[in-house]
């Protein structure tokens, strides 16, 4: 069961509502929309990834994590470098 | 015109592909994807937004920017605040 | 002439308060401060630092590629790459 | 004891490098250097402080994480509220 499992209906409505916001870009640029309300509506896209990411991260320690550190405690350092790498190339993005 | 128009089917082609990697990650939720991997392609998802961004930013100094310098000065400080305010945003999500 | 010079005092004093807070920080590490406290304070140097970017960013589009708009036409494209280019650098740091 | 006791050294050496590295800046500005150059240093030490960032939040969870699931499972999820919370302020830094 991945982290997330309790809300995954919650993280489909929220990408859902992400991909609506991509296809309004899309209509945006085609209606040629003033290059800066379509940069105000790709910060709010990105910024409504972001807060899924920061999510995901939460529910993965929260649950993965932690289950691995009751469960199997040889794997938590794997873990621990594997989410670490995750925040790093979110960071990044 | 908006500052991008020369490259208007090349933007729609990229928001395209991004809408694709948003519906990707409501297959892979909806899968139980393990968290890491979701992760990783929301950062996917996210660094190409900002590609995007960034292609619109330049081509909005190149190109509005740079004629309200030539046609409009007295409008050049505003649009240049205007501007800025945009890349905030941008570095804020 | 850098578009800052205008204000070269005021950035000069920010990154003296920047400076500080990174001493701060090694203080804080020294003492032994609870990890989520030197996030903390990680978090607000950051963003100290990308405020500093983003007034920098903006004399520079307000004047160095202005500037080069009326007097050195041929120059401009460059000058925008080499900004967005920078942005990107911010975008991804 | 702070998850990065073990690596303390190694974040005092890098917290004194960023120093060095903001003092550079204010010495930058002092002469007049060209934005984009500052900008790039401001980039670099943009990154520095996101690594050191990273790392602490790895061992946080590592260390002060782990031993809360084993010593106090009631903390823990106040603690992975509180990781997450730091997170989520890098992201927005």
Redo the contacts between chains.
């Keep these: ?5 309790m809300h ?1 209906s919650d ?2 409505a929220r ?2 509502r ?2 609506g916001q ?2 309004g ?2 209509r945006m ?2 209606e ?5 309300d ?3 509506q ?6 409504a ?2 807060s ?3 999510g ?7 649950h ?3 289950d691995a ?2 469960d199997d405690p040889a794997s ?2 794997r873990m ?5 790498k ?8």
Excluded: F, N
């Design positions: 069961m991945p982290g997330y499992e995954k993280y489909l990408l859902k992400i991909e991509v296809r870009l899309q640029i085609d040629d929309s003033y290059c800066i379509v940069l105000t790709v910060s709010a896209a990105t910024k990834l972001q899924v990411a920061v995901l991260v939460d529910e993965h320690i929260r993965c994590v932690r550190i009751s938590t350092d621990v470098t594997e989410a670490t995750a925040i790093e190339r979110l960071l990044k993005s």
